[in-house]
């Protein structure tokens, strides 16, 4: 009788107590996307380009509403460079394209580039 004892020491379906169901926390990972960079986009100065033609470029391109871009265009002439928007790299390297075709389809000397915001 004492040999049944044994055999039945552990739980009913034949496992020890030790190997019964795991339990733990679930973890869920969350992985953050890091946000793009922000490039800005600016319009250089020059004594050829007239402020007509600047005014809707920005209007064109950038979207700017007429008070807006002649804001900027003031702000080009009269500090040398302006703001013309902030954008992810792929757009900032696509309108600044997109100044420089325009220019050169007018024949002017208007540059644009673009910095890390």
Known sequence: MSDKK????????????????QTGVAQKTRTRTKRPSMYRVLLMNDDYTPM??????????????????????LNVHQSGVGVCGVYSFEIAETKVAQVASIARQHEHPLQCTMEKA
């Open 6 to 21: 044994d055999i039945f020491a552990g739980d009913r379906d034949g496992r020890d107590e030790d190997d019964g169901p």
């Open 52 to 73: 007509e033609f600047v005014v809707e470029l920005l209007e064109q391109i950038f979207h700017k509403s007429r008070e807006e871009a002649v804001a900027v265009m």
